[in-house]
């Protein structure tokens, strides 16, 4: 199943303004707000195929650009942009193994049309290879034995779902390769570049895995994900020959496992698993594509080797930095990889990694200006909910207080089939830096930790995934770490709708609470869902609720629906372009309140989608909500 519904991001008068808190943090050097939350200096390197060269993210006048430079040889310092973005930046872009051009996606405002554009290598000359209205282009598959080939998906013949089309980017020429029947959600091509697998939609909200010999339009069911096994499980690949497939597989098991499904048998090996946590990236060999090891998301992240040979590199790379490691790209001949290297009290830290010697040398940082300050330590913390379910989190703290009971910021994430992870978190930092704790919840609905705990959310948006976030609150204030009566709820997406529904489903926890690009009402939302989330929408009807049939229940759990008891300050922030979460959803509470009596502050940015992806308007988000909390929560912000 595809992640398009993983909705994968980022989010009175001056209360205590001398309290103890805030002279604790004065001790703690402000970080400037554009340090924190602005683009990163560096980011995202990517290796050429030959292993020559060295790509990366980086500014050109305020908007991230992708730059390249030599990776050795007298030039290796002579860095040149390669791209000259003014609009939204560039952040998804990878080599293409014709060794001449890199690609990368892109929309206009936040509207996830996105088009691919290749941009030549050696001349800097941008070409848009999907250049159709109203299409969103998404990358299904490369390999370095096709190196002029590119498999991509666009919804171009049919808005709602997505056909497979073939790329030459040595003609330009793209042509349709698979059309999609209507309830394909998942394309999967083997290792010549054919599509020889789908995953299915079903009504119930389970999804059928099947394959098909060569281009025959026929295709052969081989395993069917009920409704309770859907979440996660998902083909990852085909091996060399083409005769087994690798998956996240849950069934029969709680936890998602990495298997090996021969296809003319249907029997399945299990490779790599774990009792309590589900198995999350796979690394792939380039040549001959067995799966080398698996990560597995705890606390941090452990990985679980499969390929013996890697066991010497992996410890030569944890001798380089003592962050969790991310393998984010290797070259053709599968000597040189770039490592990421996440901390939780510093910045992201790359090295390119030589198997041949062992040895790793230094890139850069993402923010090396952030060495110049002090970082705040997080910390895994759990604790039961009322109904017994265990609930794992994190929580930081700022490095020195002089009390223990100060303002908390409980930061809720987004999906919400997603999860909070250790490592450096810049909303995290930067709320710590300004005098407040800040708590995450891996409330249930969260990912990576079974399909039990996924299953146990289904139809509880503003019930018991709610609770759960009550109850995380109770127990900081039990636990002698949070001020009852300073206590924000603040979150993007879902984190937003739960901000929501937090200020109306229990008015009295929170002192404030800040919603970006969530949804206020559950049955608008439902039916505004973008056309090519259509192969979804009966898993979300049976998690969340089918606005047709289930509207009183909905409404129940709408803040909209609530908003006469939304009494504390609220601050909202809406993408007018936001495809996902409608204007509309932000307009009809914001008018909802005003009607109440209740003025909430408004952000409206009318060149953003689900998200604010320009830095000067992701800024203005955080520097109004910065001085929200301040006057709210009397914590620190800027002059």
């Known amino acids: 199943m595809n992640n398009k519904f993983y909705l994968s991001v980022f989010l009175s008068v001056v209360f205590g303004a001398l309290s103890p808190a805030c002279f604790a943090a004065e001790k703690q050097a402000l970080i400037p707000l554009d340090l924190l939350l602005g683009d990163p200096v560096k980011a995202n390197p990517q290796l050429s195929p030959d292993g020559a060269k060295l790509a990366y993210l980086a500014p050109l006048d305020g908007v991230l650009n992708i730059w390249i430079r030599d990776l050795d040889g007298p030039d290796k310092e002579k860095t040149r942009p390669l791209t000259r973005d003014r609009e939204r930046g560039i952040r998804n872009y990878f080599w293409a193994y014709d060794r001449k051009h890199l690609l990368y996606l892109q929309d206009k405002n936040g509207n996830e049309n996105s088009r691919l554009y290749a941009v030549d290598t050696a001349t ?3 070409k848009d290879m999907t250049p159709f209205e109203n299409v969103q282009a998404e990358m299904l598959a490369m390999d370095k034995h096709f190196p002029n080939a590119v498999m991509l998906t666009m919804n171009k013949e049919n808005p709602k779902v997505h056909d497979v089309y073939r790329l030459d980017l040595s003609t330009d020429d793209i042509r349709l390769e698979v059309k999609n029947p209507g309830n394909v959600s998942q394309w999967v091509c083997d290792h010549d570049l054919k599509v020889r697998g789908a995953v299915f939609a079903r009504d119930d909200g389970g999804y059928d895995l099947a394959v098909r010999t060569g281009e025959s339009p026929e295709w052969r069911t081989l395993i069917r994900w009920g409704p309770e096994d859907s979440m996660g499980s998902s083909p990852v690949g085909f091996s060399k020959d083409g005769k087994e497939l690798y998956l996240k597989d849950s069934r029969g098991h709680d936890t998602l496992r990495l298997v090996k499904l021969d296809i003319a048998s249907g ?3 299990v ?16 040549d001959t594509y067995e799966v080398r090891m698996v990560s597995v998301e705890k606390d941090r992240i452990e990985w679980i080797i499969l390929e013996k040979g890697l ?4 410890r030569a790379i944890h001798r380089l930095h003592g962050g969790d490691i991310t393998i984010r790209a290797s070259d053709d001949a599968d000597e040189k990889w770039i490592i990421g290297f996440v901390e939780d009290k510093g910045p992201v830290s790359f090295y390119i990694y030589d198997r041949r010697t062992g040895q790793g040398n230094f890139l850069f940082n993402n923010q090396p200006e952030l060495e110049k300050y002090r970082l705040n330590a997080m910390k895994p913390i759990r604790f039961k909910a009322r109904d017994g379910l265990k609930i794992q989190g994190f929580l930081t703290l700022p490095e020195q207080r002089e009390q223990e009971i100060i303002p908390l910021v409980l930061l809720v994430h987004g999906g919400p089939w997603n999860r909070d992870v250790w490592g450096y978190h810049p909303v995290v930092q930067w709320l710590t830096n300004r005098g407040y704790a800040c708590l995450q919840v891996n409330f249930r609905g969260s990912a990576g930790f079974g399909k039990n705990f ?4 289904n ?100 803040p ?20 996902r979460v409608q204007e509309a959803e932000s307009r009809q509470i914001v008018e909802a309140l005003k009607q109440k009596g209740v003025e909430p502050e408004y952000l409206l940015f009318p060149d953003e989608g689900h998200w604010f992806a320009k830095p000067g308007n992701r800024l203005k988000f955080y ?17």
């Open 560 to 579: 909209f629906f609530a908003a006469d008891r939304i009494k504390i300050p609220v601050l909202i922030a809406q993408g007018a372009n936001d495809p």
């Open 271 to 286: 490779l790599a698993r774990d009792s309590h946590y589900d198995i999350s990236d796979c690394m792939i060999h380039p």
């Open 267 to 269: 029997r399945t090996e």
């Open 124 to 126: 800097g000359e941008v």
């Open 459 to 558: 139809r509880e948006w503003g019930g018991k995934m709610q609770e759960d976030l009550t109850d995380a609150v109770q127990w900081a204030v039990e636990k002698g770490i949070a001020d009852p009566d300073r206590i924000a709820i603040f979150g993007a997406s879902y984190g937003g709708y739960a901000a929501l529904a937090g200020a109306a489903f229990t008015p009295d926890l929170f002192r404030c609470a800040v919603d970006a690009v969530g949804p206020s009402n559950l049955i608008t939302f439902l039916k505004s869902i973008p056309p090519f989330w259509s192969t979804e929408i009966a898993m979300i009807y049976a998690r969340v609720g089918n606005p047709d049939t289930d509207a009183e229940f909905l409404k129940a759990r709408s």
């Open 623 to 639: 520097r109004a909500a910065e001085k929200f909390l301040a006057r709210h929560l009397g914590g620190l912000k800027e002059d």
């Open 311 to 314: 066991k010497r590199d992996m």
């Open 454 to 457: 996924i299953n146990a959310a």
